[in-house]
């Protein structure tokens, strides 16, 4: 495997780095001794948005309701009719008040209006594909941005080591940054999660973390469109752009499985490929993965994530502990039991405030206040990093370690200035994709 041997980055390297920027506290997430004041904002606070899809759409809303002096004041996408879906959407929601302060000359369209759009505000929403997640990071950082984005943070290692140095800048100019694991936003995972560090369930010993689904949509090729725009209207099919939905959509499992236990894993080894999913709608990535994540002192988890119908369904997480088990899910479902099956913890959810909702209440009151508290960059780059690290594994059919993941000269996402670009990976005659294959691929 070819490993660059400059700016190499060993996993000790890495969770000194991440140690310092993931927040500790497990009711809330403030970073112990980092409350320092900054100056207070009244009034207004402005927010741009970057990505005008559907995710996009719905945290610009949870911005708005979470403080009552939001204004959306800037978009950017690189579609026009994404940008009016969404504009229209938000018109139409928040009609007769003033908090969509948005105008044609205030939309940009293009694969550099990110950049027009972070300069007029004082927070920015990062919601594109996640291929262009580290570059949106590092300018709204440079420009000294408070920043909400999605996950994942990246699609390769290149893109980690880029959110890394901009979250390093983040932290220096004390700016908040919330990325959209929000699991640790959602109460029955932050009690569970006290009760495991209490030793309620004593050593976590094992774990088994799912996302097995019928998969999501796929959007058909449209006449006189170029290769690039196709593939970017079908981001989640292109690694470049998506990851894979190991990355894009088992993230979240696997994010659980780090914190849990505290820690990112030592190494990792897998199986995946192609069997329903396969035509050339489907772009290249794999509909199921197998991984076993090996973690320091010697914890296995496995992990399991799936697209294709008629299958079991399962999307949770799974721990067993020398005294007790847990079982968690983003249904407000949380329960612990001895080793005897007798319940010690049962959370009974459904009153539970909307997780994507708190997670911008709490960005957005820090913010208001002026108090530098929130800073998930590191876990953010955690979590990304571990399920790349599970995709090279599932791509190879290798044991790769986590050092070794670091230090693949790995980059997927070209630079990009229109859809007349050639496209980084590009369809055979038959209209079929380049696929990984286990035994010949070497990372992914």
């Excluded at 112990?32 to 899809?53: F, H, W, Y």
């Excluded at 993230?251 to 780090?258: C, E």
Aim: with cysteine; proline share 4%; glycine share 10%.
């Amino acid at each position: 495997m070819k490993k660059k041997q400059k700016n190499q980055m060993n996993r000790r390297t890495f969770l000194e780095y991440t140690s310092k920027a993931t927040a500790g506290s497990v009711l809330f997430n403030i970073l112990p001794g980092a409350t320092k004041k900054m100056t207070s904002i009244e009034g207004e606070i402005k927010i741009a948005l970057v990505g005008c899809g559907g995710r996009g759409t719905g945290a610009v809303s949870q911005a708005l309701e979470a403080d009552p002096g939001v204004r959306l004041v800037a978009m950017a996408d690189v579609f026009p009719d994404q940008a009016d879906t969404c504009f229209q959407s938000l018109s139409e929601k928040y009609a007769g008040t003033d908090r969509i302060n948005v105008n044609a000359e205030r939309i940009f369209i293009g694969f550099d209006g990110y950049k027009k759009a972070i300069e007029m505000a004082d927070a920015v929403i990062l919601t594109t594909p996640p291929g262009f997640r580290p570059l949106h990071f590092e300018y709204a950082v440079s420009r000294n941005k408070h920043v909400f984005m999605e996950k994942p943070l990246a699609t390769d290692v290149a893109g980690i080591k880029k959110v890394l140095a901009a979250g390093k800048e983040a932290r220096q100019k004390k700016l908040n940054v919330v990325v959209g694991l929000q699991r640790h936003y959602q109460k029955n995972y932050r009690i569970i999660k006290k009760m495991i560090d209490y030793g309620r369930i004593g050593d976590i010993v094992s774990g088994q973390v799912y996302w097995n689904s019928s998969g999501v949509w796929v959007r058909p090729r449209k006449p006189r469109q170029t290769e690039l725009e196709y593939q970017m209207r079908n981001w989640y099919y292109f690694n470049w752009l998506c990851g894979d939905h190991i990355l894009e959509q088992h993230i979240h499992n696997i994010d659980i499985a780090n914190w849990f236990i505290g820690s990112v894993p030592l190494s990792a080894q897998g199986m995946g490929g192609r069997q329903v999913r396969k035509g050339p709608d489907h772009g290249q990535i794999f509909d199921h993965h197998f991984v076993e994540f090996t973690y320091p002192n010697g914890q296995v988890i496995a992990s399991q994530c799936r697209h294709q119908e008629g299958c079991m369904n399962r999307v949770d997480e799974r721990f067993q502990g020398t005294r007790g088990d847990v079982i968690v899910n983003s249904a407000h479902y949380g329960v612990i039991k001895s080793k005897r099956g007798r319940v010690l913890y049962d959370h009974d959810g459904e009153q539970d405030i909307n997780p994507y909702q708190q997670e911008h209440n709490e960005l957005f009151a820090a913010i208001r206040a002026g108090d530098y508290r929130m800073d998930d960059t590191g876990r953010g780059a955690e979590a990304t990093m571990t399920a790349i690290l599970g995709r090279m594994v599932t791509y190879s059919g290798q044991v790769i370690t986590w050092d070794e993941a670091m230090n693949f000269d790995h980059k997927l996402v070209p630079e990009l200035h229109s859809f007349n670009d050639t496209a980084p990976v590009l369809p055979d005659k038959n209209g079929q994709y380049p696929v990984p294959v286990p035994g010949v691929t070497q990372f992914g």
